[in-house]
T-cell receptor
């Protein structure tokens, strides 16, 4: 079974608008972490934001925020005030407890920001 | 500047040849990882190492080998036993600790093509 599901293969948004990228996850481990990475066309994976399973508040990092709904097992990324440079692939990843920090990645969502 | 370097950026291999991909980090991170990315897919873990002289297989280790003789270096060898080696290879490192997020940071990647 898929542990990380990103249901949107592609999304587009108008510059300066907000966009939400969906991510659902599946785990029975009470201790886990959720990550979002950005992959521009150059290929490098850039860390954006992290949410721990025990964190009480939704994570925020600048224009990025994570809409964490634990009961629904969703961790959607919200990008506010989109910029042309936000055009990239976005990957959601999960780390389960266990000590060796293994990340499980979703298939990604390609975001295109239009002027 | 601290970071992770991978070389070469592009690599071409003839069938039946072994090739070694370099990964170096100067972040003083204990853990290092190798991932493979195929077109339109997320990353899959090949090998990881938590400390020097120790490493473990990930989800798709067949046809690959690694070594960890130094903290800074984690080279990956793609052997002739790997049936479909054409892919994008990403190296990552993380600081491990008892209370940290242990975020994985990635290098720029190596694109391997088998001719």
């Amino acid at each position: 079974a898929q542990k990380i599901t990103q249901t949107q293969p592609g999304m587009f948004v108008q510059e300066k608008e907000a966009v939400t990228l969906d991510c659902t996850y599946d785990t029975s481990d009470p201790s886990y972490g959720l990550f979002w990475y950005k992959q521009p066309s150059s290929g490098e994976m850039i860390f954006l934001i992290y949410q721990g399973s025990y964190d009480q508040q939704n994570a925020t990092e600048g224009r990025y925020s994570l809409n964490f709904q634990k009961a629904r097992k969703s961790a959607n990324l919200v990008i506010s005030a989109s910029q042309l440079g936000d055009s990239a692939m976005y990957f959601c990843a999960m780390r389960e407890g266990g000590g060796y920090n293994k990340l499980i990645f979703g298939a990604g969502t390609r975001l295109a920001v239009h002027p | 500047d601290g970071g992770i370097t991978q070389s070469p950026k592009y690599l071409f291999r003839k069938e039946g040849q072994n090739v070694t991909l370099s990964c170096e980090q100067n972040l003083n991170h204990d853990a290092m990882y190798w991932y493979r990315q195929d077109p339109g897919q997320g990353l899959r873990l090949i090998y990881y190492s938590q400390i020097v002289n120790d490493f473990q297989k990930g989800d798709i280790a067949e046809g690959y080998s690694v070594s960890r003789e130094k903290k800074e270096s984690f080279p990956l060898t793609v052997t002739s036993a790997q049936k479909n080696p054409t892919a994008f290879y990403l190296c990552a490192s993380a600081k491990t600790g008892t209370s940290g997020i242990d975020t994985q940071y990635f290098g720029p990647g190596t694109r391997l093509t088998v001719l």
